[in-house]
């Protein structure tokens, strides 16, 4: 008996809900007063970037003048060739100081104590050795140099005041020059390594008889090469854990297996205070289909609120003309049924016509009341939001080429 009336109460329950007039206008008003809140804080967001623009064109204009002050001999940052002629510069730079560097360990001479001479000098490689040229800072100023420009060009290209004076072919170049200066700073790593591990000798520090390290630190990146010396080991006699390179110089600590342990086993550590590898990243830019975005699809906020109310009241309007059809159909069944039933009455036949039996009476909309959108409308962004990702989101539907998979 109680699983019956169960079954009636939900039977009973109305399939749509229904709204007084006073709490369809109570919601409207919510709505409607969001929407105003919301232009207002859209207003003080506008204008708030407006003056971030003007601040960014003012510093623009100070960096300007900041760099023709100081005189510091990098580039102009919107002329491409300008900056390309300075990496070659560089590289010049540094191929001449390659050239003309006479390693300390040639003017050693540990015999030089013994010397009976009034105006010996003392030339063990104990003292030598203070002579010890540091090569690092060559590649510290020549990385700090090319991040500056690397800054400069970055700010060149954020700024669409100035991408407008420029030709086009000119911003193609000036966009492809952050990733060739990233790698030549990577470049100027490796031939700071070549030149560390091609002169162990004079510029590697010996930690022990088959361990030689060589460590330099700045602002901009520390640098550690940790290598094996030119020694015979047996490492297929050496106890668990095999190796370990203890790299203090960038606190980095590695256990080495045996399958890469071999003889003059060199390793490069480098840890950078700058970002090297966003630049790196793909991007994808997605192109969405105006007609049909849903309301999770839109970027203006004002635009989406009022997106979401206007999709409720056409939801709201199907409903109602839905229940009306429903009940004009049902009225016009009752009619069709109770003119047969009074015909039957009126003139028996001797073979009785079937009547049908009268239809389940709909929902009834009463005067003053509105159905609720609400639960429909949810429902229809849950399946609209679910259908606009997997169509513009998911991996096999956005045809990506493998080079553009980072």
């Given at each position: 008996m109680v699983k019956r009336k169960n079954q009636d109460a939900v039977s009973n329950k109305p399939a749509v809900e229904l709204l007084s007039e006073e709490e369809w206008m109570a919601r409207r008003n919510i709505y409607m007063q969001r929407l105003a809140d919301l232009k207002t804080s859209v207003a003080f967001i506008d204008d708030a970037v407006e003056e971030y623009k003007e601040l960014q064109k003012q510093k623009l204009r100070n960096d300007k003048w900041n760099s023709y002050l100081a005189c510091d001999g990098l580039p102009n940052p919107s002329r491409p060739a300008?900056?390309?002629?300075?990496?070659?510069?560089?590289?010049?730079?540094?191929?001449?100081?390659?050239?003309?560097?006479?390693?300390?360990?040639?003017?050693?001479?540990?015999?030089?104590?013994?010397?009976?001479?009034?105006?010996?000098?003392?030339?063990?490689?104990?003292?030598?050795?203070?002579?010890?040229?540091?090569?690092?800072?060559?590649?510290?100023?020549?990385?700090?140099?090319?991040?500056?420009?690397?800054?400069?060009?970055?700010?060149?290209?954020?700024?669409?005041?100035?991408?407008?004076?420029?030709?086009?072919?000119?911003?193609?170049?000036?966009?492809?020059?952050?990733?060739?200066?990233?790698?030549?700073?990577?470049?100027?790593?490796?031939?700071?390594?070549?030149?560390?591990?091609?002169?162990?000798?004079?510029?590697?520090?010996?930690?022990?008889?088959?361990?030689?390290?060589?460590?330099?630190?700045?602002?901009?990146?520390?640098?550690?090469?940790?290598?094996?010396?030119?020694v015979p080991i047996r490492f297929n006699y050496l106890k668990l854990p095999v190796?370990?390179?203890?790299?203090?110089?960038?606190?980095?600590t590695i256990q080495l297996p045996l399958s890469v342990l071999c003889d003059n086993l060199t390793l490069r550590c480098v840890r950078s205070f700058f970002d090297p590898l966003s630049h790196l990243a793909k991007s994808f830019e997605l192109v969405i289909d105006s007609s049909v975005i849903p309301n999770c699809g839109l970027v203006d906020i004002a635009d989406s609120v009022m997106s979401e109310w206007m999709a409720q009241m056409d939801i709201q309007e199907d409903l109602m003309v839905k229940m009306e059809t429903e009940m004009r159909a049902y009225n016009e069944a009752i009619s069709f049924i109770a003119e047969a039933e009074a015909k039957e009455k009126r003139k028996p036949q001797k073979k009785k016509i079937a009547i049908p039996k009268p239809p389940k009476m709909p929902q009834e909309l009463p005067a003053g009341m509105?159905?609720?959108?609400?639960?429909?409308f949810l429902e229809h962004e849950k399946r609209d939001c679910t259908d606009f990702f997997n169509r513009y989101f998911h991996p096999g539907n956005m045809n990506l080429l493998p080079s553009e998979v980072a």
């Open positions: 300008e900056i390309r002629k300075f990496i070659f510069q560089l590289n010049f730079m540094e191929q001449e100081t390659l050239a003309n560097e006479i390693s300390w360990v040639l003017s050693v001479d540990e015999g030089s104590v013994l010397s009976q001479a009034p105006d010996r000098c003392d030339k063990t490689r104990k003292i030598m050795e203070k002579s010890r040229p540091n090569v690092g800072q060559l590649y510290e100023k020549t990385v700090q140099r090319i991040l500056a420009t690397i800054e400069r060009v970055q700010r060149v290209l954020r700024n669409d005041e100035e991408l407008i004076h420029l030709p086009t072919f000119q911003v193609r170049e000036l966009d492809k020059i952050p990733n060739e200066l990233y790698e030549e700073i990577e470049s100027f790593f490796d031939k700071l390594t070549y030149r560390v591990v091609t002169s162990p000798d004079a510029l590697m520090t010996n930690k022990d008889s088959i361990l030689s390290c060589y460590c330099y630190k700045c602002s901009n990146f520390e640098l550690e090469i940790w290598g094996l010396q030119d190796m370990c390179s203890d790299l203090n110089c960038v606190g980095v509105f159905p609720d959108p609400r639960k429909i």
